[in-house]
């Protein structure tokens, strides 16, 4: 079995700071790229960032140059560090992750339960 929690998530005012966390636990044998993706009321899940396991990023346009994604391999955990928040980046957030474990055959992808951040004008 393996799980994904997310942590760090809250209501913060426009130009303030997050740092969400979302560490992998379970029968790992190894992660390849994770991920975070959010999805705002009435609109469609969306892509925020991605990191391989290599540690290679990118980012949707709308975040480049205010949030960072980072992951620390030995703690099987994946960061997201957001930076002058706007309003409209208030929006439930995932983690997603390509995982190999001994309990599944394959590569498979999990998500997290999801973290609710909330930006105030």
């Known amino acids: 079995q393996v799980q994904l929690v997310e942590s760090g998530g809250g209501l913060v005012q426009s130009g303030g700071s997050l740092r969400l966390s979302c560490a992998a636990s379970?029968?790992?044998?190894?992660?390849?790229?994770m991920d975070w993706y959010r999805q705002a009321p009435g609109k469609q899940r969306e892509l925020v960032a991605i990191?391989?396991?290599?540690?290679?990023?990118n980012y949707a346009d709308s975040v480049k140059g205010r949030f960072t994604i980072s992951r620390d391999n030995a703690k099987n955990t994946v960061y997201l560090q957001m930076n002058s928040l706007k309003p409209e980046d208030t929006a439930v957030y995932y983690c997603h992750a390509a995982i190999s474990s001994s309990s599944y055959v394959g590569l498979t992808y999990f998500w997290g339960q999801g973290t609710q951040v909330t930006v105030s004008s």
């Open positions: 379970g029968s790992i044998s190894s992660i390849n790229a």
């Open positions: 990191i391989s396991s290599g540690g290679s990023t």
